[in-house]
């Protein structure tokens, strides 16, 4: 069962890279304002920090603590600003 988890996980992080990477060459657009009602804005520095964050946990679950903490570092030293949650994980 663990397995399965780990295999989503990879799965979920392979997605989410390659949505920012279409993002990063501006072959999707973020919109910031507007009719976003639905849906709260967020940069993308919080999303690649999010991204790192999962990836430190998935590299935590296969044993590789070394990956884990370079994700970790790299998480809080993304982006202009931090989300404060996503930073406390980090550190924790």
Do not use: W
Not at 14 to 38: D, P, Q, W, Y
Not at 77 to 92: A, L, P, W
């Amino acid at each position: 069962m663990n397995n399965k988890k780990i295999l989503t996980a990879e799965k979920i992080l392979e997605s989410t890279r390659a949505l920012i990477n279409f993002v990063e060459r501006g072959k999707i657009k973020i919109i910031m304002e507007g009719n976003r009602e639905e849906a709260p804005v967020l940069p993308l520095y919080i999303l690649k920090q999010k991204y790192l964050l999962h990836k430190g946990y998935l590299m935590i679950a296969l044993n590789k603590d070394q990956d884990a903490c370079r994700c970790f570092t790299h998480c809080m030293r993304t982006g202009e600003s931090y989300d404060v949650r996503v930073r406390r994980e980090c550190v924790v």
